[in-house]
């Protein structure tokens, strides 16, 4: 007989799993959650079955090493991360894992979530970094997730999703949302041409906010690349002579940089110059 709190669990999970599949975090039936419930056990998501589709009565009752202790289904394929998350930060009580596409499609181009851009993701995530490629489902993927969860509570999965983890499950799960709309807002920023960031002194005033805000960081923000092994979550901002935000400039083009140019803006490149010298 599961406890009043484990039947509560078990529906929540099954909510999280809805709302994952209905803003198509997860597609066919990628994706896993899970909660530790006690000291000693891990409620999770069963294998092979869409996470839009879940009642209570799927999930599987695990203990810290993956032992199954309930459950007429199989753990999901992931729990090995998730049992590593739990390892690795006693604070963490839930992890969330999908594949959302815009966050992915950054993992794919191995392009971290790191600049200074929006304050809420500052102040709560700070940065979002990519773990290295795993195969999913093998050791290999805890040990790529071991490097950056002592400091991050989301980050993005080599060419395979996201992970996010939290003090509780919703908590866990509004920070996948929050990953998505971040790499909603930069592809089309990026896609307009330009990204204004926030300086560094401004980055470092909203991470003072944290505290203000309750937010319990595992990690300070720093901001320098060289600290990226360092127990930090590193931002990428730029310095600033007075405004608080500054044009795209962290990686301007070196003076001996290839630039590539259409036919048709070289044509006009040209013709403007013969223009003047006429
Ligand atoms: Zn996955």
Known sequence: ?????????????????????????????????????????????????????????????????GKKISGDREASSELLMHLEVYRQRPDIVAVVHAHPPIATGFAVAGIPLDRAVLAEVLTTLGSIPIAEYATPSTKELPEAVR???????????????????????????YKMETIEHFAKISLVARLLGRENLI????????????????????????LDETAADANCQVVQAPESTGSRLVADVINPPRPDEEIRLT????????????????
């Open 199 to 222: 300086a560094r002194e401004e980055v470092l005033r909203l991470q003072e906010l944290r505290g203000s805000y309750g937010i319990k960081a595992p990690a300070p923000i720093c």
């Open 147 to 173: 490097k950056y969860i002592k400091a991050h509570d989301g980050m993005l999965l080599a060419n395979h999703g996201a992970l996010t983890v939290g003090s509780d499950l919703f908590g866990a799960y």
């Open 1 to 65: 007989m599961s406890s009043r709190l484990e039947e509560k669990l078990r529906a929540d999970i099954v909510e999280i799993g809805r709302r994952l599949y209905a803003r198509g975090f997860c597609a066919s039936n990628d994706g896993n959650i899970s909660i530790r419930f006690s000291d000693s056990r891990v409620l999770t998501t069963p294998k092979s079955v869409s996470k839009g589709f879940m009642t209570p009565d799927m999930m599987v009752v695990v203990d810290l090493d």
């Open 263 to 278: 036919y048709r803006e070289l044509s006009a490149l040209l013709e403007d110059a013969i223009r003047s010298l006429r």
